[in-house]
C-alpha cells in the first residue's frame, strides 16, 4: 500500500508540477510585461512634458506677437487720426485810428479740423504790430495750435505730435 500512495504522489506531483511551473511562468511573465508598460508610461509622460512645454513657449510667442500686432495696429490708427488733423488759419490787419494814437494789429484766427469736421471754434488772437514788423513771423509766433505754443514741460509728447 505504502508503494500506491507514493505512486499516487508521484502521479500527483507529476501532474501539479506543470501547473506550478505554468502559474510560476505566468507570473513571471506579468511582472515583466508590467515593468515594460511602466517604462512606456514613463516614456510617454516624458513626451507629453516636453510637447506641454512646447506649446507653452509656443503659446507665449504667440501671446507676444499679437500683443506687438496690437500695439502696430494701435500706432498705425493714431498716425493716421493725427495726419486727418489739420488747423486752418486767417489773419487780416486791423487799423484803429483815434484823434491822437493811429494803431495797427493784426487778428489771428484759428481753429482745429478733423478731415472736414471743425473740432473748436475760432480761436482769435490780437496782435499790435510794431512798425516795420513782419506778419508772417507774428502769426507763426502767436498760434495757439503750434508745437511751439504748448508748454515745454509735457516731455514733448504731445508737441512732437503737432509737429
Not at 513571471?28 to 509622460?45: G, H, N, P, T, Y
Not at 488747423?87 to 493811429?102: A, D, M, P, Q, T
Not at 513771423?137 to 511751439?148: E, P, W
Request: hydrophobic share 45%.
Amino acid at each position: 500500500m505504502n508503494q500506491t500512495r507514493d505512486n499516487s504522489m508521484d502521479a500527483a506531483l507529476w501532474m501539479l508540477l506543470p501547473m506550478f511551473t505554468a502559474a510560476g511562468s505566468g507570473l513571471l511573465a506579468f511582472f515583466i510585461m508590467q515593468a515594460r508598460q511602466d517604462v512606456a508610461v514613463s516614456k510617454e509622460r516624458e513626451a507629453l512634458v516636453e510637447a506641454r512645454a512646447l506649446l507653452g513657449c509656443q503659446q507665449k510667442q504667440t501671446e507676444d506677437r499679437v500683443k506687438a500686432a496690437e500695439e502696430e495696429v494701435r500706432r498705425k490708427a493714431l498716425d493716421d487720426f493725427l495726419a486727418d488733423i489739420r488747423v486752418e488759419e486767417r489773419h487780416y490787419s486791423r487799423e484803429s485810428k483815434s484823434l491822437f494814437l493811429n494803431r495797427k494789429s493784426m487778428v489771428l484766427q484759428e481753429r482745429l479740423f478733423f478731415r472736414n469736421i471743425p473740432l473748436s471754434n475760432w480761436v482769435e488772437h490780437e496782435l499790435v504790430v510794431e512798425e516795420g514788423g513782419d506778419l508772417r513771423n507774428l502769426a507763426k509766433a502767436a498760434s495757439a495750435f503750434t508745437a511751439r505754443a504748448l508748454p515745454e514741460n509735457s516731455n514733448g509728447g504731445v508737441a512732437r505730435l503737432l509737429k
